[in-house]
């Protein structure tokens, strides 16, 4: 298995732009997760979605920020404009079920993207 | 509510020698409790986790943690340290029967001196 993708592995952008992050999960989990990690504020859980819905959106930033998940092999985040405190390494992760109950399963992270905003 | 505390934020031991990495977490239900490892400029991989079952877990590469409930401690150990070791450390909590978050520490730098 090849793990979880995503694309790209770094990305500089200006004050304003869009930016699209990409992420492939492992085939068959059904939990999706976008976390961002910062100097400043560690490893924190942007949204995650189970079966292609969203689950819990709380820890999106702001308005700015939107994730997608068409189907259950892809998902983007996207921010738009973006603003140099966005600046931070975006990692997506997928888990093959869910964590509550007896048996719990761990999430697969992927390489991350960093992302550099001017 | 869940939350993790990871007592030193760096450790440095000399290649060879033991390795202890402490985390205490705070879980109003039954916690599973991990340990994820960060290379440099890599993603987090796992390296051991608890969840219910025997107190002591062994993980990838060595490394096995002790879940004590009456201390609330999920301290992270390793008899002999290697060079490849270096990375960051994060203990990480999750309640079994509640939802599918993960609550991080804020991280162990462990450094080897060779």
């Known amino acids: 298995d090849a793990g979880v993708i995503q694309s790209p592995r770094h990305e500089v952008t200006e004050m304003g732009q869009e930016v699209t992050l990409r992420c492939k999960p492992i085939?068959?989990?059904?939990?999706l997760f976008w976390y961002r990690q910062t100097m400043m504020r560690g490893l924190e859980l942007l949204i995650y979605?189970?079966?292609?819905?969203?689950?819990?959106d709380s820890g999106m930033p702001e308005d700015r920020f939107s994730a997608k998940m068409p189907n259950a092999s892809f998902s983007t985040l996207k921010i738009q404009p973006s603003e140099p405190r966005d600046s931070a390494v975006y990692f997506c992760?997928?888990?093959?079920?869910?964590?509550?109950?007896?048996?719990?399963?761990?999430?697969?992270f992927g390489p991350g993207t960093r992302l550099l905003v001017l | 509510a869940q939350s993790v505390t990871q007592l030193d934020s760096h450790v440095s031991v000399s290649e060879g020698t033991p390795v202890l990495l402490r985390c205490n977490y705070s879980s109003s239900y039954s916690p599973s409790l991990f340990w994820y490892v960060q290379h440099p400029n890599k993603g987090l991989q796992l390296l051991l986790k608890?969840?219910?079952?025997?107190?002591l877990v062994k993980g990838i590469n060595g490394f096995e943690a002790e879940f004590k409930k009456s201390e609330t401690s999920f301290h992270l150990t390793k008899p002999s340290a290697h060079m490849s070791d270096a990375a960051e450390y994060f203990c990480?909590?999750?309640?079994?029967?509640?939802?599918?978050?993960?609550?991080f520490g804020t991280g162990t730098r462990l450094t080897i001196i060779p």
């Open positions: 992760a997928s888990s093959p079920r869910a964590l509550t109950g007896v048996r719990q399963e761990t999430q697969y």
């Open positions: 979605f189970n079966n292609n819905v969203p689950i819990d």
């Open positions: 085939s068959g989990h059904d939990y």
């Open positions: 608890y969840t219910s079952a025997a107190t």
């Open positions: 990480v909590v999750s309640d079994r029967f509640g939802n599918e978050k993960l609550t």
